[in-house]
């Protein structure tokens, strides 16, 4: 209910796993929605202030399940070869709907107590069927996860960074899913299809770039560490491109300030922040990621992906060579480097950081 609430809640945000954070976004944007809609559909509107009641009493973990398969993208929903790629109402029933489709790409689903599920952009009159939002138990009958994640499978002391944070994404199937009355928040209302999407990308974004703010920062301190490790720290070419990345890291955390100082209340007095801030700084901070992730390859150099493993280090016969060749000066010793290297390698160069590239790119609908 102030600026300092908002950025104290960003603080905290930070070291919430990410199901934690999916949810207090995701209530945060159906609180956001009915706000929107308590005018033309007040009934909607207590519906989905019951269902916050109802998690926050509960203690639950909700994850937002928007994206949907989408078929042909030139295509509208009605138009495809394939009706249900596009999440849609297939009966309505005196005490509730029956939902068909998929939702991708859904982080930490699997994991989660409940799926709330929004439209993934705006229906046009004609389009009620598609025009769904309603909260679905992950355990329902007629509801499918498929996971996939990054988490390392083997040699977790290589990962360092992927290895103690990880999450699955799930490919949620709802094959012909029963949703009664009371979850159901919009069932054909095509005037406020896009309200539940909208509202949620505004913290979408504001949660993406806090993120990021802080991805920039430890990219900044290991291109520096790589960089006194290999002994070019002072080589005009390295220092420019450390520069280019704090003044990065810098911009990005300055939209984010900027996003909360010009925080505006709402008519309920809750703050939202500022929109122009908030996509701007996400927008900046996504596109020039891979910028800055190249900059910090080209400061380390190949051994971001060749060097060692940990149990290469450990072997009897080969690891005291691999400490030897590795090491680089006093106070640089080859297993700290190669260590280094590994840390690089998991944060930019390998499954998790390949994930972050284009999850930069993405996530927040993009
Ligand atoms: C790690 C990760 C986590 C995610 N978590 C969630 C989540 O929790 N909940 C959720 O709902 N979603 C989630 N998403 C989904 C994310 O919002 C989508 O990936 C994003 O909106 C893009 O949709 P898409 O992947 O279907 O790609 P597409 O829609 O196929 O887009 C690919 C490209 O085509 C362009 N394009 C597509 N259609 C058109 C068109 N009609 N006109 C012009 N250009 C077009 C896009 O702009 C983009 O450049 C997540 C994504 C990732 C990567």
Redesign the pocket.
């Known amino acids: 209910t102030s600026k300092d609430d908002l950025k104290g809640l960003l603080e905290t945000l930070l070291h919430w796993d990410m199901v934690t954070v ?1 949810t207090s976004q995701g209530l945060l944007a159906l609180l956001t929605a009915a706000a929107r809609m308590r005018g033309d559909h007040p009934e909607l509107a207590q519906r989905i202030e019951d269902y916050f009641d109802y998690c926050k009493r509960n203690d639950l973990r909700c ?8 078929g042909d ?2 295509v509208a929903p009605g138009g495809q070869a394939d009706p249900d790629v596009y999440t849609r109402i297939v009966e309505r029933r005196p005490d509730g709907i029956v939902i068909r489709g998929a ?7 699997a994991i989660s107590h409940e799926l709330v599920v ?1 439209p ?1 952009k705006n229906m046009k009159p004609g389009e009620e069927d598609y025009a769904v939002a309603c909260a679905i138990p992950v355990n329902a009958p007629g509801v499918r996860i498929v996971n996939t994640s990054y988490a390392p499978r083997e040699r977790e002391e290589d990962f360092p960074v992927s290895s103690k944070h990880n999450m699955p ?2 490919f949620i199937i709802f094959d012909d899913v029963f949703v009664p009355n009371e979850r159901v928040f919009l069932a054909g209302e095509t005037g406020h299809s896009a309200t539940f ?1 909208h509202a ?1 990308g505004l913290w ?1 974004r504001l949660g993406g770039t806090a993120h990021m703010s802080e991805f920039a920062d430890q990219l900044v301190g290991l291109a520096q560490l790589i960089a006194e490790a290999n002994g070019t720290e002072r080589i005009s070419h390295i220092r420019e491109k450390v520069a280019e990345m704090i003044i990065y890291a810098t911009m990005t955390r300055s939209g984010l300030e900027a996003a909360i100082a010009n925080a505006e209340p709402s008519p309920e007095g809750w703050y939202f922040p500022s929109e122009l801030f908030t996509n701007a700084a996400k927008h900046y901070a996504a596109s020039e990621y891979s910028h800055m992730v190249r900059h910090l390859q080209d400061i380390g150099g190949g051994s971001i992906v060749t060097a060692p493993s940990v149990a290469d280090l450990e072997n009897d016969e080969v690891g005291p060579f691999i400490a030897k060749y590795m090491a680089t000066k006093e106070g640089i010793s080859g297993e700290y480097r190669t260590k280094l290297f590994h840390a690089i390698r998991d944060f930019t160069a390998d499954a998790y950081g390949g ?1 972050q590239l ?2 930069m ?6």
């Open positions: 999916t994850v937002q399940a928007i994206t949907d398969a989408k993208r030139r939702k991708l790409h859904i982080s930490s689903a929004m993934t994404e799930g999407a949620l979408e994930w284009v999850t790119l993405q996530s927040g609908g993009g």
